[in-house]
C-alpha cells in the first residue's frame, strides 16, 4: 500500500491579483442590470462599426465579447440574452447593405448568427461553471488543510501539556514520596525494625514508578528534539517503548542526520513514534527495527517490524493514527510508504527531502 503525502490543487483560474479577476470579482457583486452595461454599451459600440463598415468587412465575430463579459459577470441567462441582442443588432447594422435577394434568406442569416452567439454563451458558461467548482474545491482542500493543521496542533499542545504535568506534577509527588520512605526506612534502620526491609522495597519500588513516569513524559514530549537530536529522541522512544512493552527495538543511525526547522524533526519524531506503536499495538511485533539514515539531499526514516503485517482488507483512508502521519509528512514535505514486503511483518518508510543552502 503506497500514500504519497502530498496535496495538489488545482490551478485558479482568476488570479486574484490580475485586474481581470478584480473587475469580475467587483461585477459580480453588482446587480445583474448594472453588470450588462458595460456589455450593452460595447455590443452597441461593435454595431455602430459594423454598420459604418458594410458588408464587405463584417465584424460579427467580435459581438462573441460582450456576450462573454455578460456571462462572465451576470450569468447564462444575462448571456443567453445578450446573444438575441447581439443578433438583433448585427441584424440592424447589415440590413441596408446584405447581399441577400430575399428577406427569408438575409433572416435565415439572421438566425445563424444568433445560434452561433448561443452556443458562444453556452460554451463560456461551461468555462465559468468549470471555474466555479475549481475554486469550491480549492477552498474545501484549504479548509480541510487548516482543520487537519488545527488537530494536530491542538494534539501536539495537549501531548505537551500532558507531558510537562506528568514530568512536573506526578515525577515530583512521587519523588516526594519516595524521599519520605527512604527518611522512614531510615528511622526504621535506627530502631532496629524488621519493618525497614519493607520501607526500603516500597522506597524502591517508588523509584522504579518515578523512572517510568519519566519515560512516558519524554515519550510524550520530547523537549529535547531538535535538528540533531532526533536519533537521540528515537533511541529513548526505542528503550521506553521496550521496557513497558517488552518488544525489542534497536536504533540504527546512517550518515548525517540533520534536520531542521525543529518542527520538521518533532513531525518526523511522531511518525517514527506512531508507526512503532503500530507495530506493537496492531502488528503484534516481537522486534522492531527503526532506521534513520541521512544524506546530501534527504533524511530517511524506515520502521520495519515482524509482526502480522497489514489486515486483508484495510480501510481505504486508514486510521485516526495513519492520517496523523501522512499530515505530519504532508507538513515537512515528505513523502510516506507503508508496505508489506514478507509474509509477516511490515515497513514504513518516510524520505524527508533536505534544502541546504
Given at each position: 500500500?503506497?500514500?504519497?503525502?502530498?496535496?495538489?490543487?488545482?490551478?485558479?483560474?482568476?488570479?486574484?491579483?490580475?485586474?481581470?479577476?478584480?473587475?469580475?470579482?467587483?461585477?459580480?457583486?453588482?446587480?445583474?442590470?448594472?453588470?450588462?452595461?458595460?456589455?450593452?454599451?460595447?455590443?452597441?459600440?461593435?454595431?455602430?462599426?459594423?454598420?459604418?463598415?458594410?458588408?464587405?468587412?463584417?465584424?460579427?465575430?467580435?459581438?462573441?465579447?460582450?456576450?462573454?463579459?455578460?456571462?462572465?459577470?451576470?450569468?447564462?441567462?444575462?448571456?443567453?440574452?445578450?446573444?438575441?441582442?447581439?443578433?438583433?443588432?448585427?441584424?440592424?447594422?447589415?440590413?441596408?447593405?446584405?447581399?441577400?435577394?430575399?428577406?427569408?434568406?438575409?433572416?435565415?442569416?439572421?438566425?445563424?448568427?444568433?445560434?452561433?452567439?448561443?452556443?458562444?454563451?453556452?460554451?463560456?458558461?461551461?468555462?465559468?461553471?468549470r471555474q466555479e467548482a475549481d475554486s469550491a474545491r480549492i477552498e474545501a482542500l484549504e479548509e480541510r488543510r487548516q482543520l487537519e493543521a488545527d488537530l494536530v496542533a491542538v494534539s501536539e499542545h495537549e501531548q505537551?501539556?500532558?507531558?510537562?504535568?506528568?514530568?512536573?506534577?506526578?515525577c515530583q509527588h512521587l519523588a516526594a514520596i519516595g524521599l519520605a520512605a527512604r527518611s522512614l526506612a531510615d528511622d526504621l534502620h535506627t530502631q532496629k525494625n524488621e519493618s525497614a526491609q519493607d520501607a526500603e522495597?516500597?522506597?524502591?519500588?517508588?523509584?522504579?514508578?518515578?523512572?517510568?513516569?519519566?519515560?512516558?513524559?519524554?515519550?510524550?514530549?520530547?523537549?529535547?528534539?531538535?535538528?540533531?537530536?532526533?536519533?537521540?529522541?528515537?533511541?529513548?522512544?526505542?528503550?521506553?517503548?521496550?521496557?513497558?512493552?517488552?518488544?525489542?527495538?534497536?536504533?540504527?543511525?546512517?550518515?548525517?542526520?540533520?534536520?531542521?526547522?525543529?518542527?520538521?524533526?518533532?513531525?518526523?519524531?511522531?511518525?517514527?513514534?506512531?508507526?512503532?506503536?503500530?507495530?506493537?499495538?496492531?502488528?503484534?511485533?516481537?522486534?522492531?527495527?527503526?532506521?534513520?539514515?541521512?544524506?546530501?539531499?534527504?533524511?530517511?526514516?524506515?520502521?520495519?517490524?515482524?509482526?502480522?503485517?497489514?489486515?486483508?482488507?484495510?480501510?481505504?483512508?486508514?486510521?485516526?493514527?495513519?492520517?496523523?502521519m501522512r499530515y505530519r509528512a504532508q507538513m515537512i514535505g515528505a513523502s510516506l510508504v507503508m508496505s508489506a514486503p514478507d509474509p509477516r511483518g511490515a515497513t514504513m518508510r518516510c524520505v524527508v527531502p533536505l534544502?541546504?543552502?
Amino acid at each position: 500500500m503506497t500514500s504519497d503525502a502530498s496535496i495538489s490543487l488545482p490551478p485558479d483560474l482568476e488570479t486574484p491579483s490580475s485586474p481581470w479577476a478584480r473587475l469580475t470579482q467587483f461585477m459580480r457583486r453588482q446587480p445583474d442590470i448594472v453588470a450588462l452595461l458595460l456589455p450593452l454599451v460595447l455590443a452597441t459600440g461593435m454595431a455602430w462599426i459594423d454598420r459604418s463598415t458594410t458588408w464587405e468587412l463584417s465584424l460579427f465575430v467580435f459581438y462573441a465579447i460582450p456576450i462573454l463579459m455578460a456571462v462572465w459577470w451576470a450569468g447564462n441567462r444575462a448571456g443567453y440574452g445578450m446573444a438575441v441582442i447581439c443578433g438583433v443588432f448585427w441584424w440592424a447594422s447589415n440590413y441596408d447593405t446584405h447581399p441577400y435577394e430575399t428577406t427569408l434568406g438575409y433572416l435565415w442569416a439572421t438566425m445563424s448568427r444568433v445560434i452561433f452567439f448561443s452556443v458562444v454563451a453556452y460554451a463560456v458558461t461551461a468555462v465559468r461553471n468549470r471555474q466555479e467548482a475549481d475554486s469550491a474545491r480549492i477552498e474545501a482542500l484549504e479548509e480541510r488543510r487548516q482543520l487537519e493543521a488545527d488537530l494536530v496542533a491542538v494534539s501536539e499542545h495537549e501531548q505537551q501539556r500532558i507531558g510537562q504535568d506528568l514530568h512536573d506534577g506526578l515525577c515530583q509527588h512521587l519523588a516526594a514520596i519516595g524521599l519520605a520512605a527512604r527518611s522512614l526506612a531510615d528511622d526504621l534502620h535506627t530502631q532496629k525494625n524488621e519493618s525497614a526491609q519493607d520501607a526500603e522495597l516500597i522506597q524502591q519500588s517508588i523509584l522504579e514508578a518515578v523512572s517510568e513516569a519519566r519515560g512516558l513524559a519524554r515519550g510524550i514530549f520530547p523537549v529535547h528534539v531538535d535538528r540533531h537530536g532526533i536519533a537521540v529522541a528515537l533511541s529513548e522512544l526505542a528503550r521506553s517503548t521496550s521496557r513497558l512493552t517488552g518488544v525489542q527495538i534497536e536504533v540504527e543511525e546512517t550518515g548525517d542526520v540533520q534536520i531542521s526547522p525543529p518542527e520538521a524533526a518533532m513531525h518526523l519524531y511522531r511518525i517514527a513514534q506512531e508507526a512503532v506503536a503500530n507495530s506493537v499495538r496492531h502488528g503484534g511485533a516481537q522486534h522492531v527495527h527503526i532506521k534513520i539514515d541521512g544524506g546530501v539531499e534527504s533524511i530517511v526514516l524506515t520502521v520495519v517490524d515482524d509482526g502480522k503485517g497489514f489486515p486483508i482488507h484495510p480501510r481505504k483512508d486508514g486510521g485516526m493514527g495513519m492520517r496523523t502521519m501522512r499530515y505530519r509528512a504532508q507538513m515537512i514535505g515528505a513523502s510516506l510508504v507503508m508496505s508489506a514486503p514478507d509474509p509477516r511483518g511490515a515497513t514504513m518508510r518516510c524520505v524527508v527531502p533536505l534544502h541546504r543552502e
